[in-house]
């Protein structure tokens, strides 16, 4: 397909509409639409918080009469399902648009190509692929949901130079600055959950929330506790949305359930830890498109050695702490087997180093 300049300037404005939904339409994916006039912009829109219109529908009524003729920039298909909402497919034919231009396919077997499929069938223009790659990175937790049945899961980690991130004692707080904790804070908005440990719970008591601005939906805190040791008096049961997974059952069952904490037995073959492969697929029937692990050394290892760790943002603080605690515990037999991103991308933040640092291939 040979698109125009144009076509790529309206994508890119697609795409950053769907970036203003991206910290509340979950399970939905966050899609972005223009909808244009002989290479104007007439309107835009974007998903609303989940059982809310899509965008479609957003940029189609704040076009009204003038999208009769138009033609539709949309970061994914539309949708042709009748879900929450009717089809936006139907609502674009009903317009009169006479072209739609998607960045990706719906991989939700609902639609698949069915959306576009319906549209062609009216007559109007469809094309798709345009900006494929830009559109999968804002995707991706969607894609990987649908896809793999898991959530896109993204390690933050805040070390020294030297790869640590607690002295031996557990002192952690604080390594990194200021700017890189309010950028965690935004990496906490778009997550649909954040997972930690028992480990961390007892030694720092996080909150795990977003707090430096006010969102609409709050991440659901989840805290791996084989024995379900979390202290009824952690600050993180005070904020309400949280989920213990355990391997056992005991009776702090009740007590921590009595402060509202959904308590759920996860266990592995063992008995005695926790299966990370099946708690993902949890959070995946739960609709979490992408989750965050903040965690200590042992468990983000575990998750390392799982395989299950898609996306690693180290905030390096340029510091050296000598003996410590380091970021990822776990043991390989041969240099060989060594954990090699297949993409890295860095800046500053404030005086430390961010790289995020990719280990899973985009997921189509
Ligand atoms: C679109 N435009 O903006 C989004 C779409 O239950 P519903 O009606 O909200 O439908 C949810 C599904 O719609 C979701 O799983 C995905 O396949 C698609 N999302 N489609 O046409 C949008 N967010
Ligand atoms: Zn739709």
């Known amino acids: 397909m040979a698109w125009r300049s144009i076509d790529y300037f309206m994508m890119a404005q697609a795409l950053h509409q769907a970036k203003l939904g991206q910290n509340n339409t979950s399970p939905n994916p966050s899609v972005g ?35 009769q003729g138009a033609t539709a920039y949309v970061t994914l298909e539309p949708c042709s399902h009748f879900g929450k909402t009717p089809p936006c497919a139907n609502a674009l034919i009903a317009a009169g648009v006479t072209r739609v231009v998607a960045a990706l396919l719906d991989p939700n077997p609902l639609v698949s190509g069915q959306g576009l499929q319906r549209l062609a069938q009216h007559g109007i223009v469809v094309e798709h692929g345009l900006m494929a790659a830009e559109a999968l990175m804002h995707h991706q937790g969607f894609f990987s949901r649908m ?23 557990g002192q952690s707080k604080w390594i990194t600055g200021p700017a890189a904790r ?4 935004r990496v906490r908005a778009r997550s649909c959950a954040m997972i930690t440990g028992i480990s961390t719970i007892l030694h720092d008591d996080p909150q795990l929330n977003v707090r430096d601005f006010s969102v609409e939906r709050q991440p ?7 024995q379900m040791r979390t202290p009824i008096s952690a600050k993180i049961l005070q904020q309400g949305s949280v989920l213990i997974v355990a391997a ?15 308590v759920i037995l996860c266990p592995d073959q063992s008995g005695a830890r926790i299966d990370l492969p099946a708690l993902c697929a949890v959070l995946a029937a739960r609709g979490c498109n992408e989750v965050t692990l903040e965690a200590g050394g042992t468990l983000v290892g575990a998750f390392f050695a799982a395989g299950l760790i898609d996306e690693l943002w180290l905030y390096q603080a340029p510091v050296l702490l000598g003996q410590g605690q380091a970021m990822a515990q776990f043991s390989l037999g041969e240099l060989s087997e060594k954990q090699i991103p297949t993409h890295i991308a860095r800046r500053m933040v404030g005086n430390d180093q961010r790289m995020i640092l990719r280990f899973t291939d985009p997921v189509t």
């Open 182 to 185: 309010a950028d965690v804070q």
């Open 33 to 67: 639409c223009v909808l244009t006039q002989n290479d104007q912009i007439l309107s835009m829109g974007h998903t609303q918080a989940a059982g809310g219109a899509h965008a479609e529908v957003m940029a189609l009524r704040a076009a009204g009469s003038a999208a």
């Open 147 to 169: 896809i793999r049945r898991r959530p896109w899961l993204r390690c933050k980690v805040a070390a020294s130079l030297d790869g640590q991130i607690a002295l031996s004692n």
């Open 220 to 226: 659901i805190k989840v805290i791996l506790d084989s």
């Open 248 to 262: 056992q059952e005991t009776e702090r069952r009740f007590a921590l359930e009595a402060v509202g904490a959904e």
